[in-house]
């Protein structure tokens, strides 16, 4: 009966695949201290075999023995060349991302910069810097609607978003305002072309 990848236990650094953990497992099997190190050294050899050094050389091992270490869940005992890594370093984990709650952001596909870019500019005092700003941003939200809806990226759509960001801060006119003129850029097939 064949065995599953998914009825394994979850790799640890899956980059290195399946294989280097069993190796690494292996050595964990291994009684005689010498015997352990030697092969943990091969294992290191089969990685940098598989991840060739690009830069500094002596840092990629370190990082590589690292590895081992974490991959044999900080247990195996070998005469490693570096001090590895404190596994205390992987306890503290990052501030959790707040997610998007519904309604929070009414136009999505212009993303978080431009509502705050639209704040900035309805904070400004009127005058030729304020006008510029609104015009690069009327013209980043023309690119941006575009992108993502190309058969209503029109100038009053967009003035009327900004209006809305703006709570009737900013209000540009279509007779007045020409927004620059954008094509929408074809996908790639992804298809090579023949070469003759």
């Known amino acids: 009966m064949l065995t599953y990848s998914n009825q394994l236990k979850p790799l640890v650094l899956p980059e290195y695949g399946r294989n280097i953990q069993n190796m690494v497992d292996y050595c964990l099997t291994i009684e005689?201290?010498?015997r352990r190190t030697e092969s943990a050294y091969a294992v290191v050899d089969a990685m940098l075999t598989l991840f060739p050094a690009k830069g500094d050389h002596e840092e990629h091992l370190r990082k590589l023995w690292d590895h081992v270490w974490i991959m044999s869940d900080y247990r195996l005992d070998v005469d490693y060349p570096y001090e590895h890594v404190n596994p205390?370093?992987?306890a503290d984990?990052?501030?959790?991302v707040e997610p998007v709650r519904p309604g929070s952001m009414p136009y999505r596909h212009y993303g978080r910069l431009i509502?705050?870019?639209?704040d900035t500019a309805a904070a400004m005092e009127e005058g030729e810097e304020r006008d510029a700003l609104v015009f690069m941003?009327?013209?980043?939200?023309?690119?941006?609607?575009?992108a993502s809806a190309n058969?209503?990226?029109?100038?009053?759509?967009?003035?009327?978003?900004?209006r809305y960001l703006s709570h009737g801060a900013i209000n540009l006119d279509t007779a007045t305002v020409r927004l620059n003129e954008f094509k929408h850029a074809p996908t790639p097939s992804g298809k090579k072309?023949?070469?003759r």
Do not use: C, G, W, Y
């Open 32 to 34: 005689d201290r010498d």
């Open 88 to 90: 205390e370093v992987f």
């Open 93 to 96: 984990r990052p501030d959790a």
């Open 115 to 118: 509502p705050r870019l639209i």
């Open 137 to 146: 941003i009327a013209n980043q939200m023309k690119k941006t609607l575009l």
């Open 151 to 162: 058969d209503n990226a029109e100038d009053a759509r967009v003035f009327s978003d900004l």
């Open 193 to 195: 072309k023949k070469k």
